[in-house]
Structure formats: structure tokens, C-alpha cells
């Protein structure tokens, strides 16, 4: 049995890849956490990058990571990456992140209200659940959503400026680009992230 | 405020010494003056969780940005966190949490024996190396044990304060 979509992905959804593409272009010292599965081949596609950190698992984690880095950071941007089913599984770390409000976090979420690494089922983003609605509510009051390229410079502009915690969702297209995978070497990332940084091994 | 016992102090004090910037918790009675003295330091983030995995994937990327980070919770919130444990492993981080143990000693609620009596077992089955304290004159010493194992050498360490530390909870209000 299926319901009816409340908020369906429309046909003027934006290309996923291009997004991302332009989107880190334009903040090139940003420091980037991408959630599992499409998000971090989207953010891999655009450039490997010392300052990113692809998660391949922990699902739900990657807006928590994202905010202890925030914290850690607060001289540079943080930008989380993730997917709708990512978020959803983490919902209440927006409450844990909308607490804190560092300015310079902001989390993007992909948003084809599918699980598309699992066989494209259907998320609550497309069943009823409205993320800005929910980030918003957590008090992440700086939350909106984009549907176009054309608001690409925008997003980038409030990771630049560093003036709030801010909420992006991206309605996509729900269609699946090639596979880009990053390194799944976890302390390798860890590690080149880090000394650029300037951070010392212990 | 309500005076804490002493061994809570110890907790903070060797965690400030360490140098812990984010303290990140669900709260539990037996953290609460470590959570009143994190959230007093102008250089310590306290940071409240909705739930305690949030806790695991935070004090990652604390470390990430060059912030040492600790989780502190109740036994119970050792259950929410088994898969995001994979992340210590996974990415190689250090870790440190200290759980208040519930449903193992004069515990009223039978509620919290089940995941109570699997917490260590749960923490070790991820690959966390469990200290365990009884005895309020040991906390200072084991914990500064198991920051030092986390902090210095990347271990990912667990320090269980025994509900036999903690003391009877009083549950008539008066």
C-alpha cells in the first residue's frame, strides 16, 4: 500500500552532482563531512580533498560529527553532506545542533526522498516529513530549501559567511549518477585530514 | 545546588586537567556536577544529546578538528550507541565515555537490569576496552587511566562507575 506524497519530487529538482560540483567550488577551505552512500560520491566526484572526511557507515552520525567539529573549528566552515535517510535516521542531533547554534555549521541535505543506495524505496521526506518543518522546529531557525541551481551561491555564501547555524535541504532528482568512490581507508582520511589541519599525531 | 560527593569532582577535575573541550551527555544524576562544571568553564562546550550515539559521532569529529572529547552517559545509552561504536574502529579514533551503571546493585527498577547487566559486555563486543570502578578513592586514578589510554595512545576506553559508587537512588520525593 503506498500514500500519497505531500511533497513530491518535482521535475525541476536539481542535478545532485552539478550541485555539489559548484557548491564546494565555491567554498574551497570549507571543511567538509559527507554522509553514506550518495553524498560522499557526489562530494568525491567534485575533487578529492584533504579537508574532507566521507563517512562510509555510522549512519545518522555525520551531523554530529559535523557539529564536534564545528566546535573544535569555529575560524573555518564546517559543512555537513548528507542524504534525506541519513538525516532522518540522526533527526535529533538538528535538536542537538539547534542547542548549540555554531555559527559556522551548515548542514545540506540531499533530498530525493528515497533510500537510494538500498533500491530507491520511498524515505519519509516523500511520505509526509517536511526537514525544514523538523529543523526549523529544533530551532535550526536559519533553515530553508533550495530547488534550483540558481540558488547554488546562495547556500555558499551562508557557508562563507559564517553568520549561523544554517539548514539547507536540496531537492534532487532521484536518479542515480555513476558510483565515484572515495578512499574507504578510514584512518587514512582521518589522518591527511588532520595534518591539514595542522594537527600533530599523538 | 545540591552538594556532590567527592568522587565527582575527582571526575571533572581529571577531565579538565586532560584536557577536555566538549563534554557531550545524556544526563544521569550520578554526571551531574560534572555536567554543572562543564557547563560553568568558558573553555568547555557542554553539549546535551538527544541520544547517546549522537555522543560517539561528535567526540570523532571533535578529534577531527583537534578537540579531545568525552561521552558521558548511563549504561543504558550504551545500547543506543552499538553501530555508531564502528566508528572508533572504523576510522580509528580515540574514544573516551564514562557510564554510570544502572541494574546491577540494590537496583529498584528491574527495568534497567537487561541492557544494565549487557553493558560491558556490549562496550567490549565493539572493540572498547572497559575500566570499571568501585571504590570513590579509585576514580581519580582510573580515569586519568583511561583518558591517558585514549588520549596518548588512540585507545578507545569505557570507565564504568559501579552502581555501588553511585549509591541507592532515593525515589520518594519529599
Request: aromatic share 6%; proline share 5%; hydrophobic share 40%.
Amino acid at each position: 500500500m503506498s500514500s500519497q506524497a505531500s511533497n513530491s519530487i518535482t521535475n525541476s529538482a536539481v542535478d545532485r552532482r552539478e550541485f555539489v560540483a559548484s557548491l564546494i567550488k565555491a567554498v574551497p577551505d570549507a571543511l567538509v563531512v559527507s554522509g553514506l552512500g550518495s553524498p560522499s560520491y557526489d562530494l568525491f566526484a567534485a575533487g578529492d580533498r584533504d579537508g574532507n572526511y566521507y563517512l562510509w557507515g555510522a549512519m545518522g552520525g555525520a551531523a554530529s560529527v559535523g557539529l564536534g567539529l564545528a566546535l573544535a573549528q569555529p575560524e573555518k566552515s564546517v559543512v555537513v553532506l548528507t542524504g534525506d535517510g541519513e538525516q532522518l535516521m540522526g533527526i535529533g542531533s538538528l535538536g542537538t545542533i539547534g542547542a548549540k547554534k555554531p555559527a559556522n555549521l551548515t548542514i545540506v541535505v540531499l533530498d530525493n526522498g528515497h533510500y537510494g543506495e538500498t533500491g530507491m524505496q520511498r524515505s519519509h521526506s516523500s511520505l509526509g516529513t517536511d526537514l525544514v518543518a523538523v529543523a526549523k522546529g529544533f530551532g535550526i531557525g536559519h533553515s530553508y530549501r533550495v530547488e534550483d541551481m540558481a540558488s547554488c551561491p546562495v547556500v555558499a555564501q551562508d557557508i562563507q559567511q559564517r553568520k549561523q547555524t544554517t539548514f539547507v535541504q536540496v531537492r534532487i532528482k532521484s536518479d542515480e549518477p555513476p558510483r565515484m568512490l572515495p578512499p574507504r581507508d578510514g584512518p587514512y582520511i582521518k589522518n591527511r585530514f588532520r595534518e591539514a589541519l595542522g594537527l600533530k599525531p599523538f | 545546588m545540591t552538594n556532590a560527593p567527592e568522587w565527582q569532582y575527582a571526575v571533572f577535575n581529571v577531565l579538565k586537567k586532560g584536557g577536555v573541550r566538549q563534554v557531550a551527555y545524556v544526563p544521569d544524576a550520578g554526571h551531574s556536577h560534572v555536567i554543572r562544571s562543564a557547563n560553568a568553564d568558558p573553555d568547555i562546550h557542554d553539549v546535551v544529546l538527544t541520544t547517546e550515539e549522537e555522543g560517539v559521532a561528535l567526540c570523532c569529529g571533535a578529534w577531527l578538528g583537534g578537540q579531545r572529547a568525552v561521552l558521558l552517559m548511563q549504561s543504558s545509552g550504551v545500547g543506543n550507541c552499538v553501530n555508531m561504536f564502528s566508528l572508533l574502529r572504523s576510522g580509528d579514533f580515540p574514544f573516551l565515555t564514562v557510564v554510570t551503571m544502572r541494574g546491577e546493585y540494590a537496583e529498584f527498577n528491574p527495568w534497567q537490569g537487561p541492557m544494565g547487566r549487557a553493558t560491558q559486555a556490549a562496550l567490549e563486543l565493539m572493540g572498547i576496552h572497559v575500566l570499571r570502578v568501585s571504590r570513590p578513592e579509585e576514580v581519580e586514578e582510573v580515569l586519568s587511566a583511561g583518558l591517558d589510554a585514549a588520549f596518548e595512545a588512540g585507545d578507545k576506553v569505557a570507565v564504568l562507575l559501579g552502581q555501588n559508587l553511585i549509591g541507592r537512588k532515593k525515589w520518594e520525593r519529599k
